[in-house]
């Protein structure tokens, strides 16, 4: 079983509807890196077409893996090491196809189901017998038409006990990492 | 069924296992809150002895509850008026007792466990069955044993595929507030 995800900066929908490019939030990075690598995620990329984002995400990653934060801190070093940072998606999936030399499957999430969903329990039946897959995750107010039609399969929205449903990114990928790979106790 | 978290920034432990105060991530609230309208918890106390910490999360939260925020962003004031600043734990008891008008059970949480705890499978019969209960989170490297030792029980550490276990408070809440009150798609 090989999982991936991918959080998107660009094409992302603003509170107004409107496709935009969201900016990199540091404690998104950290936080997925940390659940990614708490649930045995493969890997983490990060996408932005802006370069100046992606340097600077860059230098603070080097200062986690390799700088003083390396030292101070080995755990979030072993988290940040799952992350890589790219231009585009296409970009994402071609150093996984790469890696993992068959072809992928890709999951969209959103707070809203736009379409016929898997089930949770659907999905990790599927983890465990398909393809590599890889777990689309957007920032701002959610993932663009386009991309979420790229996916094979949705994954519901994630539902409390109330109709609110405006969990952060991080907290969603939490959630839903757990809900795919955890391991009840 | 009444939840309710509290997110205590002292007495924690650092790094080096020293008791700390440690202080308030403005993300913490935030998420946190978020995941607790998400999930139906009825109330979210942020506790922190330090006065000017509480004086400063107050103003950003007439921000979000009162001021611009509120018009611009109303999930967001929805899920931050679940939030209540208190100096200390007993503080935080005596207001939801008084809200309740029953005896509270104390929940804690950490990342290893040090004594028994209940399943999450019982934890959420009990919450449909049991007394208004307060679930008690972390800043740092954790809740004091002390603060530990006034939890009737304690959840399970999350465990993912892996022996790491460094999610995030942010996130380590929403997957347990899922895990307790979630509904599975």
Known sequence: ???????????VYNRN???????????????????ARTYGVSGF???TPLEEQRLLLDRLLRHWREGYGARSNPD????????????????????????V???LELWGTAATATRPT?????????????????????????LCRDVLGLATYLLPPIRGAT???HLSV???????????????G
């Open 76 to 99: 979030r070093k072993a988290a940040l090491e799952l992350v890589t940072v790219v231009a585009s998606l296409p970009e994402a999936l071609a150093l996984i196809t790469g890696e």
């Open 101 to 103: 030399g068959t072809e």
């Open 1 to 11: 079983m090989s999982v991936y995800v991918a959080l998107l900066h660009y094409p």
């Open 45 to 47: 990329y990060v996408v």
């Open 118 to 142: 898997l089930t949770y329990s659907e999905a990790r039946d599927r983890l465990h017998h398909g393809r590599p897959t890889v777990i689309l995750f957007g920032t701002g107010w959610g």
């Open 170 to 184: 991080r907290g969603a990928a939490a959630v839903i990492l757990d809900r795919l790979l955890g391991q009840n």
């Open 163 to 165: 109709s609110y449903n």
């Open 17 to 35: 509807g409107h496709v935009v490019c969201s900016a990199i939030t540091n404690l998104d990075v950290h936080d997925i890196a940390r659940a």
